[in-house]
DNA sequence: GTGCACATGTAATGTGTTACATGATTAT
DNA sequence: ATAATCATGTAACACATTACATGTGCAC
């Protein structure tokens, strides 16, 4: 079930807009976001991957001689995308795959509704500002003399980072709800 | 040449303090950061690794019956660790693996003197600075209409990330500039 | 005597990275 | 003509994750 996030990248792109690997990898080079190399040993094999399992299919395109092969997402993987989209946000999402919270949050536009993308952010929040609350309490108990001083300041930059990103979830929330009331 | 920077953040942990591959991953499960995993399938082939290259030698201690084993680091490993601290910080680092940076300036303490640590802070100040002024380019010259409204939001979202890592390289720098002149 | 923390490992699997490779079309 | 861009791929490699596996010492 666990898949990575490149495929549901991709899948979202795809969703945006049916285009080819090629193009696909031109986006991730010029976007200057969100990590995803545009190396061809990474995207033609997930595209693959994506077709085997049928959440996409290949049309070759003939308009012009030039071998291409447009992708679109089935209706099998507008599903997969829209239940990854819809997985409650847990603890661990946001300790460890941060960066996917993102990607949902920016993939929600278009592939679930609003009740659906306030839930998000609600439980984004939430799990949010408990871990941030832990740092915290961490940041009080320990004892600075024990670890060297720039390790000490790259502890708590971790920290703020997390509670910048807690201010951005907020914001965005409270954005949602005035709109949706 | 390029390690995993699993491999140096366990570097950096045994030349503070050698200890064991359990010591090791207790510290990864405790310390509420830098998402290096604590489970023995990472950890344990990693110091297997470091122990090959010589960078770190293991100690069989015996004050218990019970197994265990004390890494040390070697001075190949340490001059190993001095290199990887004093690379020169580039755009790609500050694009791909800026965790890795944040990582390198936490082990900076008692391994580099305070010029190098200097030199390391101005590198990643004008690489980011350079980074961000990129981002913010490329915000105002692209057409919100054309993407989901998430998906711009969360794009502005990565540039105000990359803004406040900014702002927290230029503190920590202009602290260590004070405390050199 | 049972469960928990200590302590170390291996195997299967998936996948990202890098480098290499090929060929068509367009611009200069 | 030749370089750049379009367009797709494969192979080798390293690595992380997960699950499985084993055994010790201590506390209750």
Do not use: C
Request: without cysteine; charged residues 30%.
């Amino acid at each position: 079930m666990k898949r990575s996030s490149l495929e549901y990248a991709l899948l979202g792109l795809l969703r945006q807009k049916p285009q080819s690997g090629y193009d696909l990898r031109k986006a991730f080079a010029s976007t200057p976001l969100r990590h995803f190399s545009d190396s061809p040993g990474s995207i033609y094999p997930a595209l693959r991957r994506l077709q085997v399992r049928q959440w996409v299919s290949a049309a070759a395109e003939n308009g012009s001689r030039r071998r291409r092969q447009e992708f679109i997402v089935t209706s099998a993987g507008a599903r997969a995308l829209v239940a990854w989209l819809r997985q409650p946000v847990t603890r661990d999402d946001v300790i460890w795959r941060l960066d996917e919270l993102v990607l949902r949050f920016a993939f929600l536009d278009g592939n679930v509704d609003r009740p659906d993308s306030l839930r998000f952010l609600e439980e984004f929040e939430q799990d949010l500002a408990g871990y941030v609350h832990e740092l915290r309490q961490f940041e009080k108990d320990f004892d600075p003399q024990h670890r060297s001083t720039t390790g000490y300041m790259a502890f708590k930059h971790g920290v703020d980072s997390y509670q910048n990103e807690l201010q951005w979830v907020r914001h965005v929330r409270k954005e949602f709800a005035e709109v949706l009331s």
